[in-house]
């Protein structure tokens, strides 16, 4: 595998110090938000990574590219809209405490002004016109304020194990439920192809569903953007590859 991954220049979250320990549902949860933001971080990094190299394709490939960032943005937009509506109320009536994930939702506001940005561009920009140093641009805009919040909240949910276990599973289990109810032609092949079995040496199984659901993904959702999912950092079974369009600048 080529050094330059999807693993940089954004950083992965560790679940190593806690997603061992069984004890509490808190870990548990955090381990499972750990593996889900690092599908998020993986995409922003297979974005950043590629988008100068695309100026030099042709307009499909820019099309597809601009519509892989428009899924991005959809995923991305629609976790932390389950977060907000499903999930923080949940533990905050767990808890007991009043504005217990206030913090979080602050952060999300934080990144917000440029992720819009960086969305419209995505959804209004047409091929002919595509820039890859502004589109690096406007993710420089947001990333920082955006990865500083998906670690920050893993310690968040980690110090939930003061508080019932078995309802901080249950909160977590309906907030994954309605993550499921999406645009799975252009969500599912993102979140498979961002979701890397070989981190920290396989120990995970995430996203973790029935043997059949990537060949469903594979053979019937992903068929309609095809042309997409060439700039996932992995296949729909979750296996790294190289990026189909590398750079060499990876400073963010």
Known sequence: MNSQW????????????????????????????????????????????????????????????????????????????AEEEIFFPSIE????????????????????PGFELFQKYSQTCLPEDYDGRKLRTLVEGFAE???RHLHDEIETL????????????????????SLMNTDNYRIAPLVFGTADRSFEGGMHDFPSVPFFVPYIIHYLFARRYRGAWRFNPCTIWRDRRELAFKGVDTTP
């Not at 078995?166 to 994954?176: K, L, N, P, S």
């Open 158 to 177: 980690r110090a939930l194990d003061k508080f019932d276990s078995q309802r901080i599973r249950q909160a977590y289990q309906r907030f994954e439920k």
């Open 93 to 112: 009536q767990i808890s007991g405490v009043e504005g217990i994930m206030e913090r979080n939702i602050d952060q999300h506001r934080a990144f917000a």
């Open 145 to 147: 304020p955006l990865t």
């Open 6 to 81: 999807a693993d940089q220049p954004y950083s992965l979250i560790s679940t190593s110090p806690f997603s061992k320990d069984s004890s509490h549902a808190a870990y548990y949860v955090a381990t499972q938000m750990a593996l889900a933001h690092n599908g998020i971080l993986r995409g922003l990094n297979s974005i950043f990574l590629q988008a100068t190299i695309i100026s030099d394709q042709d307009l499909v490939t820019k099309r597809d590219f601009l519509t892989y960032c428009q899924c991005w943005c959809e995923s991305m937009h629609h976790h932390h809209e």
